[in-house]
């Protein structure tokens, strides 16, 4: 299995940014992780392919997760970005077995 991630880049305070991740085939749960600079690595969001989300709390009210099954794709879009969403996103999947799957990192800076 392969992700490819992309959308990342330099976004000022308050801006908006959305990031895409295609898997090569159909993945049960995709989601996305983040590390900020210093920090460990925490999960941001999952979907299932029936829809189902989760958010990490603190995020949920400025970050939505979705996807395009028939894409194998799975968004992100983030608003009201601050200088602390600095970080590297990385999309992952699980198949229904649990398997887990990395994609590459895409990074996003939050800086006027």
């Known amino acids: 299995v392969q992700l490819q991630a992309s959308g990342g880049g330099l976004v000022q305070p308050g801006g908006s940014l959305r990031l895409s991740c295609t898997a090569s085939?159909?993945?049960?749960?995709m989601g996305w992780y983040r590390q900020a600079p210093g920090k460990q690595r925490e999960l941001v969001a999952r979907i299932t392919s029936g829809g189902t989300t989760y958010y990490t709390d603190s995020l949920a009210d400025r970050f939505t997760i979705s996807r395009d099954n028939a894409k194998n794709t799975v968004y992100l879009q983030l608003t009201s970005l601050k200088p602390e969403d600095t970080a590297v996103f990385y999309c992952?999947?699980?198949?229904?077995?649990?398997?887990?799957?990395w994609g590459q990192g895409t990074e996003l800076t939050v800086s006027s």
């Open positions: 992952y999947a699980r198949n229904r077995a649990m398997d887990f799957y």
């Open positions: 085939r159909t993945l049960y749960i």
